[in-house]
């Protein structure tokens, strides 16, 4: 079991400006996932955080406009930068325990982002 | 790549119905997601599959491999239920999500 913490849970910002998405995980984990939720869409993964290595970015997202921090096996964070309203979203953290015959997903509550 | 299609996007129901919830997937996979979830985003797992069939208190979850086809069910539904459902399957490229169906259980 995995129980994740993620703040902030809504936020509404400015264009041109940064936001920062924190998770905590009480437990640790090789891996952390990242996703955006667009309205009325499916769940699109951003990128996977590993621990002491870059993470690996899904085609369509780069680094310098959502970089992310992995400095320990329980922490990970999300930015979204110099953002516009394209990027209102909900954004999720999530973790995955056991293996291929019993694979469990635990999701943060995740971050609801309006940018005016 | 895994096209997941879920079915009805949306759905209306009284208290106390049967309620059932589709999803089709168009490559093979080696597991299956029932996800719930609330306003506010949070999402929870409701179930794993690879095969046959599960309960857990009032929601069953079906599949069949062959038909690349799976079921959630819901008795004696209750307002409490109302969510967004999503359906998500693990295949070679990794973990593709249906686009949910969006639950609502009227008093």
């Known amino acids: 079991s995995a129980v994740i913490s993620q703040k902030p849970s809504r936020d509404i910002c400015q264009r041109g400006t940064s936001l920062t998405i924190q998770c905590q995980v009480d437990s640790q984990v090789t891996m952390m996932f990242w996703y955006r939720q667009q309205p009325g869409q499916s769940l699109t993964l951003i990128a996977t955080?590993?621990?002491?290595?870059?993470?690996?970015?899904e085609s369509g997202f780069v680094i310098d406009k959502f970089p992310i921090s992995r400095p320990n096996l329980t922490f990970s964070t999300l930015t979204v930068s110099n953002m516009s309203p394209e990027d209102s979203s909900i954004y999720l953290c999530s973790v995955r325990t056991g293996g291929a015959t019993n694979e469990k997903l635990f999701f943060g509550s995740g971050t609801q982002l309006s940018v005016l | 790549k895994n096209e997941v299609e879920q079915s009805p996007q949306n759905l209306t129901a009284q208290e106390g119905e049967f309620i059932t919830i589709n999803c089709s997937y168009s490559?093979?996979?080696?597991?299956l997601h029932w996800l719930q979830q609330h306003p506010g985003g949070g999402i929870v797992s409701l179930f794993m599959l690879s095969s046959g069939k599960k309960k857990h208190g009032r929601l069953i979850a079906t599949i069949n491999i062959q038909e690349k086809h799976s079921s959630l069910h819901i008795t004696a539904s209750h307002p409490r239920d109302s969510a967004v459902y999503i359906c998500?399957?693990?295949?070679?490229?990794?973990?593709?999500f249906g686009k949910g169906t969006h639950l609502i259980i009227q008093p």
């Open positions: 955080a590993n621990q002491g290595s870059e993470a690996t970015y």
């Open positions: 490559v093979g996979i080696s597991a």
């Open positions: 998500a399957v693990r295949g070679a490229d990794g973990l593709t």
